[in-house]
């Protein structure tokens, strides 16, 4: 099964040690930028140390780097993943901006779009990373659904969109379920593109993707809220009931609803190659000579 072109055939010393160098010069240079200086194109910063972030975790993960392409082809889904949940904080208000500085709304959103191009490949490379401390199991992202799942994750993506559908009716009430819905759709939407839910694994005892996932996402926002709490600009968040005890800017209790969002950003990626691998050979052979021809 084909997925979404990955760099396996580059040398180790472009899979490592480039990267590696690349990724602590980034993540340096934008995290001094973000701590250190106050100037109108500071949102750069984040753009700069999570690209950075993330070409190091991959760098030093089992598999190495996977490729600019690769890396491009999550940049560019997790734009409108993060827009996304902008849409549906409008509607619940966790969190807001501290600027800093007055910016057009065009100026907002492009560096805005910069920033959330890094959130996809950043919790992909943590969980390539997190992966190679732990010993190989089974792979949830392997294999195919069975009929029962099939059936079931009709089901799972109603019910997943019935939370969302909450969310909006019931903001104060329902926030957390921020986090949750996208997961219980995209976990049935890839049982519905052959995969495998996320539930199925666990069944089975195959427990270690779930886990590390989890632990992925912990450790990107636990990460994220570090650098973002001496940040210009940075966010703040307005938690209703459960907002005490705060480790930098998030409630410590917050820091839950990254581990659904990590597991969501895994389905989400999986489904995505599920798609590219059922695109006809024939159709990208066209593409590619077109773009050749162009």
């Known amino acids: 099964m084909r997925a979404l072109p990955r760099a396996w055939s580059t040398p180790p010393f472009a899979r490592r040690a480039l990267p590696l160098?690349?990724?602590?010069?980034?993540?340096?240079?934008?995290?001094a930028m973000?701590?250190?200086?106050?100037?109108r194109w500071n949102p750069l910063s984040f753009?700069?140390?999570?690209?950075?972030?993330a070409t190091l975790m991959w760098s030093l993960s089992a598999n190495g780097y996977p490729g600019f392409r690769r890396h491009l082809t999550l940049a560019v889904i997790s734009v409108p993943v993060w827009w996304w949940f902008e849409l549906v904080n409008a509607r619940?208000?966790?969190?807001?901006?501290?600027?800093?500085?007055d910016y057009s709304e065009a100026e907002w959103a492009a560096l805005s779009s910069l920033a959330f191009a890094t959130v996809?490949?950043?919790?992909?490379?943590?969980?390539?990373?997190?992966?190679?401390?732990?010993?190989?199991?089974?792979?949830?992202?392997?294999?195919?659904?069975r009929k029962a799942d099939v059936r079931v994750a009709r089901w799972e993506v109603g019910l997943g969109i019935a939370l969302q559908i909450a969310v909006f009716v019931f903001p104060v009430q329902l926030y957390p379920l921020v986090w949750v819905s996208p997961l219980v759709v995209l976990d049935g939407l890839v049982a519905l593109a052959?995969?495998?839910?996320?539930?199925?694994?666990?069944?089975?005892?195959?427990?270690r993707e779930v886990v590390v996932i989890a632990a992925a996402g912990l450790l990107c926002g636990l990460l994220w809220e570090f650098w973002n709490y001496l940040a210009t600009p940075k966010w703040v968040y307005h938690i209703p009931l459960l907002g005490f005890v705060r480790v930098f800017e998030m409630p410590t209790l917050g820091y839950g609803g990254y581990i659904p969002f990590a597991w969501s950003i895994f389905k989400l990626v999986r489904?995505?190659?599920l798609a590219w691998a059922k695109i006809p050979r024939r159709v990208l052979g066209r593409t590619a000579t077109a773009a050749v021809a162009d």
């Not at 160098?21 to 995290?31: E, F, I, K, L």
């Not at 619940?92 to 500085?101: A, I, K, L, S, T």
Request: charged share 10%.
């Open 21 to 31: 160098a690349a990724g602590v010069a980034m993540t340096g240079a934008g995290w």
């Open 34 to 39: 973000m701590w250190g200086t106050q100037w």
């Open 47 to 53: 753009t700069v140390l999570w690209t950075g972030a």
């Open 92 to 101: 619940v208000r966790n969190w807001e901006y501290v600027q800093g500085f």
């Open 120 to 145: 996809v490949p950043a919790v992909i490379s943590a969980i390539e990373l997190v992966g190679s401390w732990l010993p190989p199991s089974p792979s949830l992202s392997a294999g195919s659904a």
């Open 194 to 207: 052959g995969g495998r839910r996320l539930s199925t694994g666990l069944l089975r005892g195959e427990w």
């Open 271 to 273: 489904l995505v190659d």
